[in-house]
């Protein structure tokens, strides 16, 4: 990591207006992977997407 000192953030979710915590170890865990963005939902909302994702995917998959 560069010199760069890290504090947890406290965003907004775009979804449901809950605040939550954008760690340190989260921001680490971010910059391992080389995303570049903060999240803009929150944990349980992201959860709810990719489920929504995932279903929709299988119901498609039915039809084939």
């Known amino acids: ?3 760069e000192v890290l504090k947890d953030i406290e965003i907004v979710c775009k ?3 809950k605040t939550f915590i954008h760690s ?3 921001q680490k865990f971010y910059k391992q992977m080389g995303y570049e ?3 803009k939902s929150c944990i349980d909302c ?3 997407k990719k489920a929504a994702r ?3 995917f299988d119901s ?3 039809f084939n």
């Open 1 to 3: 990591m560069d010199n």
């Open 15 to 17: 979804e449901c207006g």
């Open 24 to 26: 340190v170890k989260d």
């Open 37 to 39: 963005n903060t999240p």
């Open 46 to 48: 992201r959860r709810a």
């Open 54 to 56: 995932a279903s929709e």
């Open 60 to 62: 498609k998959k039915d």
